[in-house]
């Protein structure tokens, strides 16, 4: 296998045919390609609802283009989309269906999967969310000592926790009303500085676990309901007194399916909303997870999130596949994974607002096509999963872009901008616009990206000849540009959406099932396992293997056990 190439007798026809076109093009550079097709930068783009995406700046032709198009028609692409979208059970590990794009259906459409409707349920939970949002909201729902609720804590980990952070952070400026803090890390560093000078009695905590069982959510909602009844001088033992009960259950709502569990914790079922096992916790932000957002948007914002999602989950189920935006990015995706041997994808919003968007990617990419056995269990015999990451502009420029610019890898880049801000100052000079100034930079960058600056043309300025070579800027690195009218409700969904498809369509052609996340099981059982070692009376004598016995060992001397 060579860079990351499938074994010959593996290949399909149109996977040799790219191989073969690989051999002819990679050396061709960016410039040339601009040079032999003038029209390139407003030809090579594709508009998917609000946004506009130029992935002119890549290292592809139009013949490049027709090939990989012929490789998402041989691997059947839009028959696995068409599946999806009507139900089909595609995570075939879990035999479950695949419908984060239903949690976005208008009310009044109807999807029937294995008998049942789901829009309406779906609807029947946003209308439950939107009652609880708009009473919190308002004021009209008090807390324990009649006061109403002016911070909500959002306690999961995952998908229950990057998303409804990200999107918090990204629609800061729609927010209103209440603010929302996050707790999700194990270490208790996170839970005491989210929670430190906060007042129990106008706190309002939502519990997200789907089965409610994940060790660090409750681990975390335990000791937030703790810090609310000593905060309110009410006892906190393990049982909780009919005082501490009617106190939870006027500063606790819980996002689960296990109406047990929650109750046990001391939640009322009445706050409990629901999802469902269609619903992936990546894909899950527009679902009843994303509460804490609802609370800080409102209603109507949050609808208008659903409706971006849904534009674009038009635009992918509509489009032919050449003119198919995460189609598009998908299939550029797996030509440099797969044939130019790059590894990662940076991602970088000129927008510090979507400061969390490229974390939030981390999780939808990399859980959902880290995988090295195809759907049917046989192993892989290319490279799958993109390693996504990323900072905003301009601050990523100040630390990572030498290495993009000047580095000997590979990273093709995603840039993100808006045409309009939602906040705006003057220079320092106060002849110019702060947003303009960060948008000249993305452009800047990817221009510098995809052209570069030769030799000669150092030497034409009148560059020392000694630092020619280190001012040689040698281009050809690729990049897409995402290009929206404004950071809204709508658009984030839109961004979402594209993404979400993107890693779909790279599944496909890699055989592979996006929506199972295995890999992540075992390190939690093993956690749950050592436990017992390190708190234990006894010092353990074999933990299996040399290296964790001792480090357990070490780590019991220093805690005195």
Same mark, same amino acid.
Request: charged share 20%; net charge negative.
């Given at each position: 296998?060579?860079?990351?190439?499938?074994?010959?007798?593996?290949?399909?026809?149109?996977?040799?045919?790219?191989?073969?076109?690989?051999?002819?093009?990679?050396?061709?550079?960016?410039?040339?390609?601009?040079?032999?097709?003038?029209?390139?930068?407003?030809?090579?783009?594709?508009?998917?609802?609000?946004?506009?995406?130029?992935?002119?700046?890549?290292?592809?032709?139009?013949?490049?283009?027709?090939?990989?198009?012929?490789?998402?028609?041989?691997?059947?692409?839009?028959?696995?989309?068409?599946?999806?979208?009507?139900?089909?059970?595609?995570?075939?590990?879990?035999?479950?269906?695949?419908?984060?794009?239903?949690?976005?259906?208008?009310?009044?459409?109807?999807?029937?999967?294995?008998?049942?409707?789901?829009?309406?349920?779906?609807?029947?939970?946003?209308?439950?969310?939107?009652?609880?949002?708009?009473?919190?909201?308002?004021?009209?729902?008090?807390?324990?000592?009649?006061?109403?609720?002016?911070?909500?804590?959002?306690?999961?980990?995952?998908?229950?926790?990057?998303?409804?952070?990200?999107?918090?952070?990204?629609?800061?400026?729609?927010?209103?009303?209440?603010?929302?803090?996050?707790?999700?890390?194990?270490?208790?560093?996170?839970?005491?500085?989210?929670?430190?000078?906060?007042?129990?009695?106008?706190?309002?905590?939502?519990?997200?676990?789907?089965?409610?069982?994940?060790?660090?959510?409750?681990?975390?909602?335990?000791?937030?309901?703790?810090?609310?009844?000593?905060?309110?001088?009410?006892?906190? !033992?393990? &049982?909780?007194?009919?005082?501490?009960?009617? =106190? %939870?259950?006027? $500063? @606790? *709502?819980?996002?689960?399916? #296990?109406?047990?569990?929650?109750?046990?914790?001391?939640?009322?079922?009445?706050?409990?909303?629901?999802?469902?096992?269609?619903?992936?916790?990546?894909?899950?932000?527009?679902?009843?997870?994303?509460?804490?957002?609802?609370?800080?948007?409102?209603?109507? !914002?949050? &609808?208008?999130?659903?409706?971006?999602?849904? =534009? %674009?989950?038009? $635009? @992918? *189920?509509?489009?032919?596949? #050449?003119?198919?935006?995460?189609?598009?990015?998908?299939?550029?995706?797996?030509?440099?994974?797969?044939?130019?041997?790059?590894?990662?994808?940076?991602?970088?919003?000129?927008?510090?607002?979507?400061?969390?968007?490229?974390?939030?990617?981390?999780?939808?990419?990399?859980?959902?096509?880290?995988?090295?056995?195809?759907?049917?269990?046989?192993?892989?015999?290319?490279?799958?999963?993109?390693?996504?990451?990323?900072?905003?502009?301009?601050?990523?420029?100040?630390?990572?872009?030498?290495?993009?610019?000047?580095?000997?890898?590979?990273?093709?880049?995603?840039?993100?901008?808006?045409?309009?801000?939602?906040?705006?100052?003057?220079?320092?000079?106060?002849?110019?616009?702060?947003?303009?100034?960060?948008?000249?930079?993305?452009?800047?960058?990817?221009?510098?990206?995809?052209?570069?600056?030769?030799?000669?043309?150092?030497?034409?300025?009148?560059?020392?000849?000694?630092?020619?070579?280190?001012?040689?800027?040698?281009?050809?690195?690729?990049?897409?540009?995402?290009?929206?009218?404004?950071?809204?409700?709508?658009?984030?969904?839109?961004?979402?959406?594209?993404?979400?498809?993107?890693?779909?369509?790279?599944?496909?052609?890699?055989?592979?099932?996006?929506?199972?996340?295995?890999?992540?099981?075992?390190?939690?059982?093993?956690?749950?396992?050592?436990?017992?070692?390190?708190?234990?009376?006894?010092?353990?004598?074999?933990?299996?293997?040399?290296?964790?016995?001792?480090?357990?060992?070490?780590?019991?001397?220093?805690?005195?056990?």
């Amino acid at each position: 296998m060579t860079n990351g190439q499938p074994h010959v007798t593996d290949e399909t026809p149109a996977w040799a045919a790219l191989r073969s076109h690989y051999e002819d093009i990679h050396d061709v550079s960016i410039r040339t390609l601009f040079a032999d097709d003038p029209e390139r930068g407003a030809r090579l783009t594709v508009d998917a609802a609000d946004l506009h995406v130029d992935y002119s700046k890549h290292r592809v032709d139009d013949e490049t283009l027709d090939l990989l198009v012929a490789l998402a028609e041989e691997r059947g692409v839009a028959q696995h989309r068409d599946a999806m979208l009507r139900g089909d059970r595609i995570n075939t590990s879990e035999d479950r269906s695949v419908l984060h794009t239903a949690l976005r259906l208008p009310e009044g459409s109807s999807l029937v999967v294995d008998g049942v409707d789901v829009v309406p349920e779906v609807h029947g939970v946003l209308r439950s969310m939107g009652r609880f949002a708009d009473d919190v909201r308002s004021g009209a729902w008090r807390g324990h000592t009649g006061k109403r609720i002016a911070t909500v804590v959002n306690i999961g980990i995952g998908g229950s926790d990057l998303g409804p952070v990200m999107t918090y952070r990204a629609l800061r400026s729609h927010a209103d009303t209440v603010d929302i803090r996050f707790i999700s890390n194990a270490d208790p560093a996170d839970a005491v500085a989210r929670l430190d000078g906060l007042d129990p009695e106008t706190t309002l905590v939502i519990v997200v676990s789907k089965t409610f069982s994940t060790i660090e959510t409750l681990t975390n909602a335990t000791a937030a309901r703790r810090w609310l009844l000593d905060g309110l001088g009410i006892d906190s !033992g393990e &049982h909780l007194t009919d005082e501490a009960a009617a =106190a %939870v259950s006027k $500063h @606790f *709502a819980a996002v689960s399916t #296990h109406e047990g569990r929650v109750r046990g914790f001391g939640i009322d079922p009445a706050n409990m909303f629901g999802f469902w096992d269609w619903v992936g916790g990546r894909y899950s932000v527009d679902s009843a997870v994303g509460l804490s957002l609802m609370l800080a948007i409102g209603v109507d !914002g949050f &609808h208008r999130f659903l409706a971006g999602f849904h =534009a %674009v989950d038009e $635009h @992918f *189920a509509t489009a032919p596949l #050449h003119r198919n935006a995460p189609v598009i990015a998908a299939l550029l995706g797996v030509w440099y994974t797969n044939f130019f041997g790059s590894e990662s994808r940076a991602v970088l919003p000129y927008s510090n607002d979507l400061k969390r968007f490229p974390a939030y990617l981390q999780q939808l990419t990399m859980e959902s096509n880290g995988k090295s056995v195809r759907s049917d269990g046989t192993p892989v015999h290319s490279s799958t999963g993109e390693i996504y990451w990323g900072e905003p502009g301009t601050n990523g420029q100040h630390a990572f872009y030498q290495l993009l610019h000047q580095g000997t890898r590979l990273i093709p880049v995603d840039f993100i901008g808006f045409v309009e801000p939602n906040d705006d100052l003057p220079t320092a000079d106060g002849t110019e616009m702060m947003h303009d100034l960060l948008m000249s930079n993305l452009f800047a960058q990817s221009k510098v990206l995809a052209f570069g600056r030769t030799a000669d043309e150092i030497r034409a300025e009148g560059t020392d000849e000694a630092l020619v070579p280190h001012k040689v800027m040698p281009g050809n690195r690729p990049s897409t540009t995402i290009l929206a009218p404004r950071l809204t409700p709508s658009v984030l969904g839109q961004l979402i959406a594209l993404y979400e498809h993107t890693v779909f369509v790279e599944g496909v052609i890699w055989g592979i099932d996006s929506f199972d996340q295995w890999g992540v099981e075992l390190g939690k059982q093993q956690a749950i396992e050592l436990m017992p070692a390190l708190t234990g009376s006894e010092s353990p004598s074999d933990l299996g293997d040399s290296s964790t016995t001792e480090l357990v060992r070490r780590y019991r001397a220093g805690r005195g056990r």
